[in-house]
């Protein structure tokens, strides 16, 4: 078995899994996860009987759904942002510490992933409404006078997207600095560059696939969020998915549903596609 | 082996996945699905341990209606819930595609207010949208809507239900001064006219429970809410809540039963069972939700929060039929209106 797998590695954009225990989770994925996405999508094109095109034509020409995806991009990009700088100097830390610091650090970054998203996003809203500790604070140190509107704003939504989703650019971002050969930066130093310099035209460009492909992640996953936004954002912040779920549950209406779903999907693998190259060095080297 | 294995595992998954629904619908055990919260529970005690008790005949609660599950199980043939307690934009003849039709032989519709059961449907309680309020905040009582909308004389946010046929639309309109029995059909232009002059103002709230903390915590000075919520944070959680009742939206939860149900004849009972006299009056034991039979007579404890106490005051009264006619059009409305920057 093993035997066949390996030469049709070369022809897939990622190596076969040459274990026999991958396949049953593999299995899992098709009936639990790609059948029924595959489902809600072809409702777009059934629903309701010879729709053909016609809900994607609605769809596309809607000014409604133009709106909320300006604000699922506009969320992605800042969450994106915020995610590859702090990721990238988080992981440079963990880089630089000695393995006793490290393992700490990886506690630390590990540590949300272990809690629900559903609960770290209403902490938010305790932490930064009108009454939360945030503004508490201000006010108690006569910073301000009156509360700061935190809650329901893009601010809010950024941060808490950005607090769930920084490990996946943390880890990404590390890999590639854990590969990089430290030697190298010594030759640079030795031939006369500061550490800035050195850094820069170094150390940098060795470990961009990682920044990149951690920023991939993160901005394709944002694209996909629904409860953070809607706890945390106001109007103006809403994602896609909410229109998606007013479709499916105040109008029932699965054809429009499953049109913004297949264009979602589509800009997603698009995505995914352009940031594969550095997704899987960084993942399948 | 190791592939023999494999299929046998895949074998096991798909076998899992496909029996486990037909093992759920072909129990007789009824099931009754209502919205949850305080709600459920007074359900539960209520109505089906009394029914249980006397017919011996299980019955299970579930929280959460879901009218998009509900046409998904009809449609996929699968039906596991049996009784379906929806909200009054409920079981209207534009959903008889999913529901059956309600047994009058066996439910007393001559028992109920007239116009709360028809073909689909049949109430089980009265409630109301009202206006309620933060009283560390707000110290003078606010008449109506219009001072929902009034942001000088009562400075603070407004609360408002994020559901385009929950009444925001309703509200806005009365406090610009339409007569409570002119609202239908809605003049969507003129209610976003008035919502968009207290916009930036607006929190929207997508569970009940969420109202009760934004009223109550004083992030909001008022919010528009379902009685029963606001009841529930002012003697329940006895937080600084009050609330009007002065144009008030009447409105009433509905029993219906989706089409492929496997229990129908039970259900019907249950339903009878749930609207009678002695059962339907107890509704209002532990809430203020008024009975749908016009014999019962509500706990006189109650008396004060019942919206059915009220109304020498103004009140309006949701038009299902219009709104259920209409939904498309006002839900596309509210997210272009609620999106809009």
Redesign the interface.
């Known amino acids: 078995m093993t035997t066949a797998v390996r030469p049709a590695a070369r022809s897939w954009p990622v190596p076969l899994p040459d274990s026999i225990g991958i396949w049953p989770l593999l299995a899992a994925l098709l009936v639990f996860f790609m059948l029924p996405a595959a489902s809600i999508i072809s409702n777009s094109v059934t629903e309701p009987e010879n729709a053909g095109l016609s809900n994607f034509r609605a769809v596309l020409t809607d000014p409604t759904f133009a709106i909320f995806a300006i604000n699922t991009v506009r969320t992605a990009v800042l969450v994106s942002i915020v995610c590859a700088a702090l990721g990238y100097f988080y992981a440079y830390v963990m880089y630089r510490s000695s393995p006793g610091v490290r393992a700490i650090l990886v506690f630390c970054a590990l540590l949300p992933l272990c809690t629900s998203l559903l609960v770290r996003s209403f902490a938010w809203t305790v932490i930064l409404r009108d009454t939360g500790i945030v503004n508490w604070i201000l006010i108690n140190t006569g910073v301000v006078s009156q509360p700061v509107g935190l809650l329901r704003t893009s601010f809010a939504v950024t941060v808490g997207m950005a607090q769930i989703l920084l490990p996946f650019s943390i880890f990404p971002a590390y890999v590639s600095m854990a590969r990089f050969d430290g030697t190298l930066l010594r030759a640079s130093r030795s031939l006369g560059a500061g550490p800035v310099r050195s850094f820069l035209e170094v150390f940098f460009p060795a470990t961009r696939v990682g920044l990149v492909a951690g920023t991939v992640l993160v901005f394709v996953l944002s694209l996909g969020y629904f409860i953070t936004p809607v706890l945390l954002g106001g109007p103006g912040d809403q994602p896609i998915a909410v229109l998606i779920d007013a479709q499916v549950t105040s109008l029932l209406d699965w054809g429009a549903a499953g049109a913004m779903s297949a264009i979602v999907t589509f800009f997603v693998l698009l995505f995914l596609a352009i940031g594969w190259r550095a997704v899987s060095r960084i993942f399948f080297a | 082996m190791?592939?023999s294995?494999?299929i046998r595992?895949?074998a096991a998954?798909?076998a899992v996945?496909t029996a486990a629904a037909p093992a759920i619908a072909e129990d007789t055990t009824l099931v009754w699905v209502d919205g949850g919260g305080a709600y459920h529970d007074t359900v539960q005690t209520r109505v089906l341990d009394p029914w249980q008790e006397e017919t011996g005949n299980k019955v299970v609660s579930v929280a959460g209606t879901?009218?998009?599950k509900l046409?998904a199980m009809v449609e996929a043939g699968r039906v596991v819930w049996d009784v379906y307690n929806g909200d009054n934009s409920w079981g209207t003849d534009a959903d008889g595609e999913w529901l059956v039709p309600i047994d009058y032989s066996v439910v007393p519709k001559d028992e109920i207010i007239p116009g709360f059961a028809s073909t689909y449907r049949v109430a089980n309680m009265i409630y109301s949208i009202q206006l309620a309020y933060n009283t560390d905040q707000v110290t003078t009582k606010p008449e109506g809507w219009a001072d929902f909308f009034d942001l000088e004389k009562y400075p603070g946010?407004r609360a408002v239900m994020d559901?385009?046929?929950g009444g925001i639309f309703e509200i806005a309109l009365l406090a610009d001064g339409v007569k409570p029995d002119s609202l239908y059909p809605l003049d969507i232009d003129r209610a976003i006219a008035k919502l968009d002059t207290i916009?930036p103002s607006?929190?929207?709230w997508?569970s009940g429970a969420q109202s009760e903390e934004l009223v109550g915590?004083?992030?909001v000075a008022m919010v528009m809410t379902y009685n029963a919520r606001a009841y529930d944070a002012k003697v329940a959680l006895e937080m600084p809540v009050d609330y009007i009742f002065e144009e008030q939206i009447l409105a009433a939860a509905y029993l219906t039963v989706p089409k492929g149900s496997k229990n129908v004849d039970e259900a019907m009972k249950l339903i009878a069972f749930a609207v009678s006299k002695p059962i339907n009056e107890t509704m209002s034991a532990d809430l203020p939700l008024g009975p749908s039979n016009v014999n019962a007579s509500p706990n006189p404890e109650m008396a004060p929060d019942l919206p059915s106490s009220h109304l020498d005051k103004p009140y309006a009264v949701f038009d299902d039929q219009w709104i259920a006619a209409n939904?498309?059009m006002i839900?596309?409305r509210y997210?272009?209106w609620?999106?809009?920057?």
């Open positions: 190791p592939l294995f494999t595992i895949l998954v798909l996945g879901d009218n998009a046409r946010k559901y385009s046929v916009k607006l929190v929207f997508q915590s004083g992030e939904s498309k839900e596309s997210q272009a609620k999106s809009a920057q």
